[in-house]
């Protein structure tokens, strides 16, 4: 049985970082795709980070630069690691797998994001 468990979310200061994790179990990297998406106020979900099953990686235009999604395998734990965070920054963040060929997807619960002053 597949499970995602998002945490690191917390309030933070215009201008800090934050580096949210996501414990997977049940999940074998190499078999899936993996994201984090994130939901503001009042709008849509939105992909924030992708890394495929063969590690290629796709960013967000509003984050690119500034975040980087990584992977440790031996642990089947999937990171986020946000900077220059901005009160645009402000959502629940998802962890989500996809499996790379039966498409079947997973999420976590989320994890609160909140940044301001």
């Known amino acids: 049985q597949v499970q995602l468990v998002e945490s690191g979310g917390g309030l933070v200061q215009p201008g800090g970082s934050l580096r949210l994790s996501c414990a997977m179990s049940?999940?074998?990297?190499?078999?899936?795709?993996m994201g984090w998406y994130r939901q503001p106020p009042g709008k849509p979900r939105e992909m924030v980070a992708v890394?495929?099953?063969?590690?290629?990686?796709t960013y967000e235009e509003a984050v690119k630069g500034r975040s980087t999604i990584s992977r440790n395998s031996a642990t089947t734990t999937m990171y986020l690691e946000l900077n220059a965070l901005t009160p645009e920054d402000t959502a629940i963040y998802y962890c989500?797998?996809?499996?790379?060929?039966?498409?079947?997807?997973?999420w976590g619960q989320g994890t609160q994001v909140a940044v301001s002053s």
């Open positions: 890394i495929t099953s063969g590690g290629s990686i």
């Open positions: 049940g999940v074998i990297p190499s078999m899936y795709h």
């Open positions: 989500k797998a996809r499996h790379a060929d039966w498409g079947t997807e997973y």
